[in-house]
């Protein structure tokens, strides 16, 4: 008997293919420099044509862009910049002709410090806003009696997480910019706001489901003690993990959200959760299935290999070794088999640095072989896959010879760089430093445009006599769309011959169990997926390096058993199995 699709393990987004779209980068449809709704709606055609099953959005609502939309300022209105109500109804409409599905952002850790409810809870500490944010009374020094912070935490993006509001005499708290106040999830009247503003008001217009931004951040420690003095030269510290993530109540809210504002929508809405510092185990306690809470994370455990964590100061983290990068995603991959969980497979988001230059050799080469390599890693590996924009020809790092100080737009860089000049205005070597790790690290790497065509000068993302609100990498002659789609050995035609090897065989690359072969090996990734029943499997083996490699020794064993599916390279199906690796060539073979 055929299982019907609202069971929880045949939902529709396990199978599904998402595209993550960052509005402000992917198509300007109006010549004012910012890509929009209708530049969306304009390239569905393509999104369908690469196998995509759902798109998901960046934010797109009302906001001063403090931080590209992660400030809201009204979760029921569409900035001006990228649009209007109207046409985001129409590209809702037009995405369910194609059977398209739309995921939103859903961001209700904190609001923009212009929300109507921001500013009416700092008007008064008495009114009906006053308790919807997080506000404590000042201390006083006493010696001074110079007025300090409620405590000493470190903001996720540096400096003090405590902003002083005259008009109350307190301060509010911000685990990001001081133009992002926290909401405070404690409070019943202000959750019921969230879920009528920001959740059911588009469940009604239609959406499929939200990416839910920093949803294990709500619950914060109320004690709000001084964190321990990690950096003695900073007067804010970065508060222990279990004050900020994954605190009392969240579990509670998480399921009351789910039911109040989510599941009476029906059973096939998701909600896919960004959990950041989050154990394995208590990442189940989030998306298993009779948790009621999420249906799917996303782990930043790849971005961070080779590091204890992220950290705003860039020049500081360490690049990874491939094992670092296995056991990395071995994590993720153990969230699925047998783990009743469910996880996302993803190298790229609007947060980091292009794939082919943080995962591939990084210097420029092999930047074809190496994008195909790292398509053909993500493809296999189990779990729901989101491309990101420009991923799928690609797209890299903004050039480091080409790209200055004031081509920089992100403000989580623009901080970092100020700080580092501030602290040590005559550390000429640390500057340099902080900026070649901007250039390598910092997210304006995959927020540049997207490059539809050849043509100048802004690569078709936006008209001529148009500027662009962020540069176009200058690679876009060689590197774009329409050139891609001509060419059968394209990075964009392997994507295609990709995704749809992984809807083919399902039950391998997006539900099988993962088990790596020889993780310690610096050179080659090898690894195995296997069907739940056991009578399939595939043998995954990829060359991380700029030299060639010989198979594994045990593939030759199994040679009478192997059947050929795919290369990143040349290699004929009779030899595929004994010819060694080109650089950055990957081959996937199925069993039996």
């Known amino acids: 008997m055929t299982t019907p699709p609202s069971e929880p393990s045949h939902r529709w987004w396990k199978e599904a293919t998402g595209y993550q779209i960052y509005p402000a980068s992917f198509k300007d449809s109006n010549g004012d420099g910012w890509g929009d709704i209708n530049g969306i709606t304009a390239s ?45 109804d129409r590209l809702l409409a037009e995405a369910k002709r194609r059977g398209l599905r739309v995921l939103m952002d859903l961001v209700v850790n904190h609001t923009s410090h212009e929300h109507a409810w921001f500013r009416s809870s700092r008007a008064s500490r008495h009114n009906q806003h006053s308790d919807w944010y997080i506000w404590r009374d000042p201390k006083y020094d006493p010696v001074t009696g110079a007025r300090k912070p409620p405590n000493n935490w470190q903001a996720t993006f540096g400096g003090s997480a405590w ?101 009476i929508y029906g059973p096939d809405k998701v909600l896919i959760g960004e959990l950041p510092v989050t154990p394995r185990d208590e990442v189940l306690r989030y998306v298993a299935p009779d948790a009621h809470e999420l249906d799917a994370t996303i782990d930043f455990s790849l971005f961070t290999a080779g590091n204890d964590g992220w950290t705003p100061r860039l ?83 903004v050039p480091a010879d080409a790209w200055k100080a004031e081509d920089i737009r992100d403000q989580v860089a623009l901080r970092y760089l100020r700080e580092i000049d501030e602290t040590h205005p005559d550390d000429e070597a640390l500057k340099q430093a902080a900026f070649e790790a901007v250039l390598r690290l910092g997210r304006d790497n995959t927020r540049t445009p997207v490059q539809w065509t050849a043509e100048g000068p802004h690569a078709g993302f936006s008209s001529e006599a148009a500027t662009p609100w962020m540069r176009v990498n200058p690679n876009y002659a060689r590197i774009n769309v329409a050139d891609q789609e001509r060419s059968p050995g394209s990075v964009l035609a392997f994507w295609k011959a990709a995704v749809a090897h992984r809807k083919a065989h399902a039950r391998l690359f997006v539900h099988g169990e993962y088990q790596v072969v020889d993780e310690e090996n610096e050179r080659i990734y090898t690894f195995w997926k296997k069907s739940a029943s056991g009578s399939e499997m595939a043998l995954v083996v990829l060359n991380f390096s700029s030299e060639k490699a010989d198979m594994p020794l045990f593939v030759e064993e199994e040679r009478t058993s192997l059947r050929f599916l795919v290369s ?25």
């Open 44 to 88: 569905l055609d393509y999104l369908v044509a690469l196998g995509v099953d759902f798109i998901w959005i960046s934010p797109v609502y009302e906001s001063p862009d403090h931080d590209m939309g992660y400030d809201i300022s009204d979760y029921e209105a569409i900035s001006p910049k990228y649009g209007s109500m109207a046409d985001m």
């Open 163 to 263: 902003t002083y509001a005259p008009e109350r005499d307190q301060y509010y708290f911000h685990l990001c910019f001081p133009e992002q106040p926290d909401l405070n999830w404690e409070v019943p009247a202000a959750r019921r706001a969230i879920y009528a503003s920001a959740v059911r008001f588009w469940l009604e217009k239609g959406v499929d489901g939200f990416r839910v931004d920093l949803v294990n951040a709500y619950a914060k420690n109320q004690a709000f003690p001084d964190a321990p003095v990690s950096d003695p030269s900073s007067e804010a510290q970065p508060p222990p993990l279990g004050w900020i993530w994954n605190g009392a109540g969240m579990h509670a809210w998480l399921k009351e959200q789910r039911a109040k504002a989510v599941d």
């Open 315 to 397: 020049h500081e983290l360490r690049p990874h070794t491939l094992p670092q990068l296995k056991r990395a995603i071995a994590r993720t991959q153990s969230l699925v088999a047998g783990a009743a969980g469910w996880t996302t497979t993803f190298l790229e988001n609007h947060d980091g640095a292009r794939s082919v230059d943080h995962f591939g050799p990084g210097d420029g080469s092999y930047g074809v072989t190496a994008a195909k390599l790292l398509a053909l890693l993500t493809t296999t590996l189990s779990g729901t896959l989101i491309i990101y924009q420009g991923q799928e020809i690609g797209m890299t790092n």
């Open 568 to 592: 990143t390279g040349g290699s004929e199906q009779l030899d595929a199995i004994i010819a060694p690796l080109e650089p950055w060539e990957g081959r996937v073979f199925l069993k039996p």
